[in-house]
């Protein structure tokens, strides 16, 4: 178990994850186009024009649920993470890094849906994300060093073991990249939606098991 002089509290961890992921939302948004038809001489309305962009719009709306389904995930991590050293910090850069060149890899897959590189770059920045908040809660819960003490055991063995298939998952999705740029957008578009999903049941953590209201008992 880590020295508890060597630890401090995760509230500047937090706070500066949450002023990237907001301004890494606010970078997504600036990336679509805004038509002015007054300046477009052979343009036959707005609603035409918008069509267009139909990519942007999608591109967008999948990456914006993609860095906010990363949100709740570090979330959930730090709902049990209790305190922060050095190592932690590292990750935490690591999934920031990850998080930050989203909307460099969204706007590569737009402005090219169907190449394969584009796909796998955007692929393994949601891996890499997800790779660091899973590696962040199996550090921390490592014989509870920096989790809650009393966390159900059973709960963090199922964490760990389903942070390891979700990235499985992305991992093979991104992999699929060098086979067509489609397989990658499919496997990664079934998990968001999946984790999306469980999220609005009200299913916890990346296990999505169903939250309880009894108390956490140490094993």
């Known amino acids: ?5 060597t630890t401090f509290s995760t509230e500047r961890l937090k706070t500066l994850t949450d002023g990237v992921i907001a301004i890494v939302i606010t970078l997504l948004v600036l990336e679509l186009t805004v038509p002015v038809v007054a ?6 309305g707005l609603w035409p024009e918008l069509r267009h962009l139909w990519r942007e719009i999608l591109g967008y709306t999948v990456s914006f649920f993609v860095v906010g389904l990363l949100w709740l995930y570090h979330h959930n991590v730090f709902r049990y993470v209790q305190r922060a050293n050095g190592t932690l910090l590292t990750l935490n850069v690591f999934f920031l890094f990850a998080v930050s060149i989203t909307p460099f890899s969204s706007a590569l897959v737009t402005a090219n849906p169907d190449e394969r590189l584009a796909a796998i770059i955007y692929g393994s920045s949601i891996f890499l994300a997800g790779a660091s908040n899973a590696a962040m809660f199996a550090y921390g819960s490592w014989r509870r060093r920096l989790i809650d003490r ?6 963090i063995r199922r964490e760990n073991r389903s942070a390891l298939v979700i990235l499985i998952v992305l991992g093979v999705g991104a ?3 060098y086979v067509g740029a489609s397989y990658t957008y499919a496997v990664l578009g079934l998990a968001i939606t999946y984790y999306w999903v469980m999220t609005a049941l009200n299913r916890e953590g990346v296990s999505a098991a169903r ?3 009894r108390h956490i008992a140490h094993d």
Do not use: Q, Y
């Open 39 to 44: 300046e477009i001489p052979t343009s036959e």
């Open 150 to 155: 009393n966390l159900d055991g059973e709960f």
């Open 1 to 5: 178990m880590t020295d508890d002089a």
């Open 175 to 177: 992999a699929l990249g």
């Open 211 to 213: 939250r309880r209201d």
